[in-house]
């Protein structure tokens, strides 16, 4: 018989915190060699309110009835995958790449 450790919740103190240098050396697609490239995290814009999507959200929110879909009351994760954002220092063409999933991710360390 073969016997497992108990399964255990993983807690926020094991989710690790990186820190990432402020200039890495990857392949460019433009200039189809490996150059320097500055690093930075992503962060999303501001969403639109009048954009056609958040419009069109609000209108199922609303009337008889009420919620078209269940709202969502706490999420599966606690942590999201990083998104990296790297632009050559020879062409400016900027490239992003999906990081691990970790709490903080700190650049120029």
Avoid: D
């Avoid at 993983?10 to 490996?34: A, I």
């Avoid at 995290?41 to 009420?66: D, L, N, P």
């Amino acid at each position: 018989m073969n016997k497992r450790a108990p399964r255990t919740s993983r807690s926020l103190s094991l989710v690790p915190e990186l820190k990432f240098p402020k200039e890495v050396n990857t392949y460019c697609p433009k200039c189809g060699h490996h150059t320097a490239h500055s690093v930075t995290v992503y962060k999303a814009g501001k969403a639109r309110t009048m954009a056609w999507g958040s419009r069109r959200q609000e209108r199922r929110k609303h009337g008889y009835g009420g919620q078209k879909f269940p709202e969502l009351k706490r999420t599966a994760k606690t942590t999201k995958k990083s998104l990296v954002r790297l632009k050559c220092r020879t062409c400016n063409y900027t490239l992003m790449r999906l990081g691990i999933r970790l709490r903080k991710l700190e650049v120029g360390a």
